[in-house]
């Protein structure tokens, strides 16, 4: 990076301005001072309640507003979730809610709870010392969701698998030393450890899988400085949370089980402002692994809803991710305890050259015009345990939006026999084998094509038969599908045909006759390959569709449904397309699924070189013509050499 301007925390001025901590401070007090609070209660999530869409796009400066705090709170170690939503700005409750059964994601305090316990445990103890281990302080401890399997534990208990490794020194790779076989099952609530399962010894493998640059032997000495120069400042304004640049105008939030929000996404088109999305987050991921054994087959993290990714999301001071002119965003979250903090630099805003944007040669009078590409990038990075994820929104110069997650760390890994094959991992390292895996995500987007009643068709390319029609056998056409209710909507993608889904405003005519459009681009991506009647398909069903379309209901943001830990299965988005609502001129909400299988490579140990997933947005007949034929030509110097 070469220059940063950092926005600390934003203004209550706008419906939708991020949570201060004094927010915080205000919606943990009401909490405090209700008559049943105890001291045992503790803060599994506190974000904003958006409030109604309405107010927000009637909203004019200077409007007063009513700022809920949406809250879920275990009381004790019992499987119950209370579900507040306050007003700080009136300081009331307005609405109570106790739900039975659900468990939020895991609490930092509980998994320290549960490394602890099982640290204690004399079983724990001795499945270390089989394995020749001594120094048990050396051993690192990942408490893992522990999924949805009828096993007796899990009843009436919030419960973590706690997998273990080993490190000689403490900034060792531990995933270079998995200590097969053992698995601790551990009440996380109640510090109790349920069962150490030890399903034999098998060695630790050999090599210590070091990825830092003192143990890499020489660093390569040629590559010469590559410099970003903006001198004249970046071409985008920041105003609290509101971003606007060349055209487009967005706000950038974050949520403890989101992470990265974008609101209110429009681009200014003759002088007004025409929406294009109203609220776009990742709803729900999980990672599913493939292995059928006992150590892994149970692995199904729902690094959303079970950790949270703004929770779990990277401060961008500890390593630089960006070049150039950076605008840092600060998180505000809560402490289980019901403090505010803040986690510095977590969302970046920067400027990208992307190469061409436009070029034509006319042969005839060898006149050249051509433009370059620019985007702005708007993203923020999460460790969840082994895995990087780094979330990434780009607006392009062209009308046309980008996501794409990046996805890097280090992968799970197990240990194996030497001369050992495995059939549902490959080798990385001698000894050392990483399972194959999915990573599933679903990105929820409240389109608002032009305002807020949209329609989905979905569009394919086909061939017609032979025939008087034609008679080379050449002709395709695109055929647009209307889906009409839910259930019609449950599509998976079809490269073949070059499928994607196109979704239209029906009151917003171009000057061509056709409604305006924005189309859904996916990428090459999976669905879930595990049945859909097992433990990961009953409970992440929204991973069986790439695509699914619902009629806005506030109630309903996670694809997987709020409380994914645990959970025996059938929420989200399966159960609520059962309704078959109708969703055609409606105020709609698409879910994209999508991801990357994940057959692991030599090349991806001891750290994982980036792997990218997305998709596009990408305007049809919203704009009369090409809207980047107003970009200046570039100055000449710099495309030549000197
Ligand atoms: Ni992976």
């Not at 194959?436 to 068709?457: I, K, S, T």
């Not at 259930?487 to 196109?502: L, Y």
């Not at 990357?596 to 490579?601: E, G, Q, V």
Request: proline share 9%; hydrophobic share 35%.
């Amino acid at each position: 990076m070469t220059a940063t301007v950092t926005t600390t925390e934003s203004s209550t001025s706008h419906p939708l301005a991020a949570l201060t901590p004094d927010e915080i401070r205000a919606a943990t007090a009401i909490v405090r001072s209700d008559p049943r609070f105890t001291d045992t209660w503790r803060f599994a999530y506190v974000g904003l309640e958006e409030p109604l869409k309405a107010s927000v796009r009637d909203f004019s400066p200077g409007d007063p507003v009513d700022r809920l705090v949406r809250m879920q709170i275990v009381v004790g170690p019992e499987v119950h979730v209370l579900e507040m939503v306050v007003s700080v700005t009136t300081g009331d409750v307005r609405s109570f809610v106790e739900v039975e059964g659900m468990r939020p994601g895991l609490l930092f305090e509980e998994s320290l709870i549960a490394i602890l316990a099982l640290k204690e445990h004399p079983g724990w103890q001795a499945a270390m010392r089989r394995r020749g281990i001594e120094d048990l302080d050396s051993i690192q401890i990942d408490p893992w969701p522990a999924g949805s399997f009828d096993v007796a534990h899990e009843e009436g208990r919030r419960i973590c698998r706690c997998l273990c490794y080993l490190r000689e020194k403490p900034d060792d790779n531990g995933y270079a030393r998995p200590i097969e076989g053992v698995i601790g099952f551990v009440d996380m609530a109640r510090g109790e450890v349920l069962e150490i399962v030890d399903t034999g010894v098998v060695p630790l493998p050999p090599e210590n899988g070091s990825y830092y640059p003192e143990d890499q032997g020489p660093l390569r000495s040629d590559l010469k400085p590559l410099e970003i120069v903006q001198p004249d400042g970046p071409s985008y304004e920041v105003d609290g949370n509101l971003v606007r640049w060349q055209r487009w105008s967005l706000r950038v939030t974050m949520d403890p089980v989101e992470g990265l929000v974008i609101h209110d996404v429009g681009y200014e088109d003759e002088g007004r402002v025409r929406s294009i999305i109203y609220r776009a987050a990742v709803s729900e991921m999980v990672v599913p692994y493939g292995d059928p054994g006992p150590m892994h087959g149970w692995k199904n993290a729902f690094d959303a809803g079970e950790w949270g990714l703004g929770r779990m999301v990277n401060s961008l001071t500890l390593g630089c991710d960006c070049l150039g002119v950076i605008h840092y965003f600060d998180a505000v979250f809560t402490t289980e305890q019901g403090k505010p903090y803040t986690i510095p630099n977590a969302i970046c805003l920067h400027e990208e050259d992307y190469g061409i944007l436009w070029k034509h040669s006319d042969p005839r009078s060898g006149r050249t015009e051509v433009r370059r590409s620019r985007r702005l990038v708007v993203s923020s990075i999460a460790t969840v345990g082994n895995y990087e994820y780094g979330f990434f929104w780009y607006f392009y110069l062209d009308g046309s939006i980008q996501f794409e997650v990046k996805m890097t760390g280090i992968l799970s890994t197990m240990a194996v026999a030497p001369g050992d094959k495995p059939r549902f991992a490959n080798m990385i390292a001698p000894q050392l084998a990483a399972p194959f895996h999915q990573h599933l995500f679903n990105m929820r987007l409240d389109m608002e094509v032009d305002g807020p009643d949209n329609a989905v068709y979905e569009m394919d390319a086909l061939p017609i038969p032979p025939g008087p029609d034609n008679p080379w056998s050449n002709a395709f056409e695109s055929v647009a599908t209307l889906l009409r209710t839910e259930q019609e909507a449950k599509r998976v993608i079809d490269p073949a045909r070059s499928r994607c889904w196109k979704v239209v405003n029906n009151t917003s005519i171009n000057r061509l006759g056709e409604p305006v459009a924005y189309k859904l681009v996916p990428g090459s991506t999976p669905t879930l390959l595990a049945a859909e009647d097992s433990s990961v398909g009953r409970r992440a069903g929204f991973t069986t569709r790439n695509l699914w379309v619902t009629p806005f209901a506030a109630d309903e943001r996670r694809a997987g449904g709020d409380y994914p830990n645990q959970h025996a299965g059938g929420d989200g988005l399966p159960l609520w397309t059962q309704r078959d609502r109708p969703i055609v001129d409606e105020d709609i909400v698409l879910w994209h699924t999508f991801g990357a299988t994940h057959i692991p490579r030599p090349e991806d140990w001891p750290v994982m070189p980036v792997e990218y997933t997305g998709f596009s947005l990408v305007p049809v007949g919203f704009f009369p013509r090409n809207p980047a034929l107003d970009v200046p030509p570039s100055p000449e110097a710099p495309c030549h050499s000197p």
